[in-house]
């Protein structure tokens, strides 16, 4: 399907695309860290076609590199990456947007003379070109490889294919797709029809998360200042699976609640919010600067918890030695639920990367069970959708704690794996989570 994106001349637009690609493809940073400060530096008109083209590239950029690979006749030396990203940034408009083919090409020759390469106008004119005559021709033999056809480096296809042979299909072709804004609206502040109200009166279409108490998800994206009661906290952006997460914990009054890898404050923020009468929250995350997020929420929300900088991994670094109730470890995974949020995820996640997470996240799980007292329960999440994250993990901490058993997830969401309970992406248009209960006997 082909989106619609401004045109213009926006030669800057496209030139700044091409430098936040270069820094993700070539040097290994995140978009969420390369994009905004390239953002900050654009006029407000130009801004959306920005992201526009840095996500679209991202998504699509496995196929587009095949294609640009035969539309050359050499490939450029290493120092040109940001020529390379350049001409991606074209034929991502050429296939995948409705700017006028001539405007696509005129402002990508014009970025490379913005961006200080005249030499390559010439290149680019040439190299697009070429993609108008023949390239959908191209695109139909390059597409033959299943790999360029749905846009996924060879061995993140094949674990897919290993992990969930059955489900693959329906995983790829949601991770090309634009995931959808998710509300978390604040039940201190009104219910969630209410909430809904408001934004009808407004003109906002929205409707509400069927398998969620506070979800609300909108017909298009929007800037949060749209959002009517946002600065006022009586609204959160937060996807519809990852609100399950505390309706999972069900904190109870006067408990003791850790949330650790909390960052930045999402699951914290809906805990407080669905359970004000905690003895105490505690969140935990070893990042420093994703930490500030969580204070600029809480604060947002009206809200208070114990703000923990450290490793999760290390209790005796930070934990005073009296046991939580409720654990909830949203522990970093691979992702691969959440491409579709953060297309990079291609670029930047590497095979190996697989077994070091799963790695860290049985230190987790083992470094934190003796914090949670005698019938207590730990939610174990991920973002991912591999076994050996997640009903592999589960398995392989039950066989060796044996004060340990799990709860049954019985939901209407999702599915029920061996152990635990997985959402794929997209569906009911949530991202990819996997969820388990863990009780101490």
Same mark, same amino acid.
């Given at each position: !399907?082909?989106?619609?994106?401004?045109?213009?001349?926006?030669?800057?637009?496209?030139?700044? #695309?091409?430098?936040?690609? +270069?820094?993700?493809?070539?040097?290994?940073?995140?978009?969420?860290?390369?994009?905004?400060?390239?953002?900050?530096?654009?006029?407000?008109?130009?801004?959306?076609?920005?992201?526009?083209?840095? &996500?679209?590239?991202?998504?699509?950029?496995?196929?587009?590199?095949?294609?640009?690979?035969?539309?050359?006749?050499?490939?450029?030396?290493?120092?040109?990456?940001?020529? $390379?990203?350049?001409?991606?940034?074209?034929? &991502?408009?050429?296939?995948?947007?409705?700017?006028?083919?001539?405007?696509?090409?005129?402002?990508?020759?014009?970025?490379?003379?913005?961006?200080?390469?005249?030499?390559?106008?010439?290149?680019?004119? +040439?190299?697009? @070109?070429?993609?108008?005559?023949?390239?959908?021709?191209?695109?139909?033999?390059? %597409?033959?490889?299943?790999?360029?056809?749905?846009?996924?480096?060879?061995?993140?296809?094949?674990?897919?294919?290993?992990?969930?042979?059955?489900?693959?299909?329906?995983?790829?072709?949601?991770?090309?797709?634009?995931?959808?804004?998710?509300?978390?609206?604040?039940?201190?502040?009104?219910?969630?029809?209410?909430?809904?109200? @408001?934004?009808?009166?407004?003109?906002?279409?929205?409707?509400?998360?069927?398998?969620?108490?506070?979800?609300?998800?909108?017909?298009?994206?929007?800037?949060?200042?749209?959002?009517?009661?946002?600065?006022?906290?009586?609204?959160?952006?937060?996807?519809?699976?990852?609100?399950?997460?505390?309706?999972?914990?069900?904190?109870?009054?006067?408990?003791?609640?850790?949330?650790?890898?909390?960052?930045?404050?999402?699951?914290?923020?809906?805990?407080?919010?669905?359970?004000?009468?905690?003895?105490?929250?505690?969140?935990?995350?070893?990042?420093?600067?994703?930490?500030?997020?969580? $204070?600029?929420?809480? #604060?947002?929300?009206?809200?208070?918890?114990?703000?923990?900088?450290?490793?999760?991994?290390?209790?005796?670094?930070?934990? %005073?030695?009296?046991?939580?109730?409720?654990?909830?470890?949203?522990?970093?995974?691979?992702?691969?639920?959440?491409?579709?949020?953060?297309?990079?995820?291609?670029?930047? @996640?590497?095979?190996? %990367?697989?077994?070091?997470?799963?790695?860290?996240?049985?230190?987790?799980?083992?470094?934190?069970?003796?914090?949670?007292?005698?019938?207590?329960?730990?939610?174990?999440?991920?973002?991912?959708?591999?076994?050996?994250?997640?009903? !592999?993990?589960?398995?392989?901490?039950?066989?060796?704690?044996? %004060?340990?058993?799990?709860?049954?997830? #019985?939901?209407?969401?999702?599915?029920?794996?061996?152990?635990?309970?997985?959402?794929?992406?997209?569906?009911?248009?949530?991202?990819?989570?996997? &969820? +388990?209960?863990?009780?101490?006997?």
């Amino acid at each position: !399907m082909r989106i619609k994106a401004p045109a213009g001349g926006a030669a800057e637009a496209r030139g700044a #695309a091409a430098g936040v690609l +270069a820094q993700v493809m070539a040097e290994g940073r995140s978009l969420s860290t390369a994009l905004p400060p390239a953002l900050a530096g654009l006029p407000a008109q130009e801004r959306a076609l920005l992201q526009e083209l840095c &996500y679209g590239v991202l998504r699509w950029g496995p196929r587009l590199e095949v294609l640009l690979a035969r539309l050359m006749t050499k490939p450029l030396r290493e120092k040109e990456r940001v020529v $390379h990203a350049l001409l991606l940034v074209g034929l &991502y408009q050429l296939f995948y947007t409705r700017i006028p083919p001539y405007a696509a090409v005129a402002g990508t020759v014009d970025a490379a003379r913005a961006l200080g390469k005249p030499w390559a106008a010439g290149l680019v004119n +040439a190299v697009l @070109r070429g993609a108008q005559k023949g390239g959908e021709a191209l695109l139909a033999e390059v %597409d033959r490889d299943e790999c360029v056809a749905t846009a996924h480096p060879v061995w993140l296809l094949e674990s897919l294919r290993a992990g969930r042979p059955e489900q693959w299909r329906a995983i790829v072709a949601a991770n090309n797709e634009r995931a959808p804004m998710f509300l978390r609206v604040n039940r201190r502040h009104g219910e969630r029809a209410a909430y809904l109200a @408001r934004l009808a009166a407004a003109g906002i279409d929205a409707t509400a998360v069927p398998r969620t108490e506070c979800g609300v998800v909108l017909a298009r994206p929007l800037d949060v200042d749209q959002l009517p009661g946002f600065a006022a906290g009586e609204v959160s952006i937060q996807d519809g699976a990852a609100q399950l997460a505390a309706e999972l914990l069900d904190a109870q009054p006067g408990e003791r609640v850790l949330d650790a890898c909390a960052a930045p404050g999402g699951k914290t923020c809906h805990i407080l919010e669905r359970q004000p009468a905690l003895r105490e929250l505690a969140a935990l995350d070893h990042d420093a600067a994703r930490m500030t997020r969580v $204070h600029e929420n809480l #604060a947002r929300l009206g809200l208070t918890a114990r703000v923990i900088v450290n490793d999760a991994a290390r209790p005796d670094a930070w934990w %005073d030695g009296a046991r939580f109730d409720r654990i909830v470890l949203d522990a970093p995974c691979a992702g691969l639920g959440v491409i579709r949020r953060h297309p990079d995820i291609k670029y930047l @996640r590497r095979p190996e %990367d697989i077994a070091a997470l799963a790695a860290l996240q049985s230190r987790l799980l083992d470094a934190l069970w003796p914090l949670l007292r005698a019938g207590g329960k730990l939610v174990y999440a991920t973002c991912s959708v591999l076994p050996q994250e997640n009903e !592999m993990q589960i398995q392989r901490f039950l066989q060796q704690h044996t %004060d340990a058993r799990e709860h049954v997830i #019985a939901a209407a969401w999702g599915r029920a794996l061996s152990h635990g309970r997985l959402i794929l992406p997209g569906e009911e248009g949530m991202d990819g989570f996997y &969820y +388990a209960c863990l009780e101490k006997t």
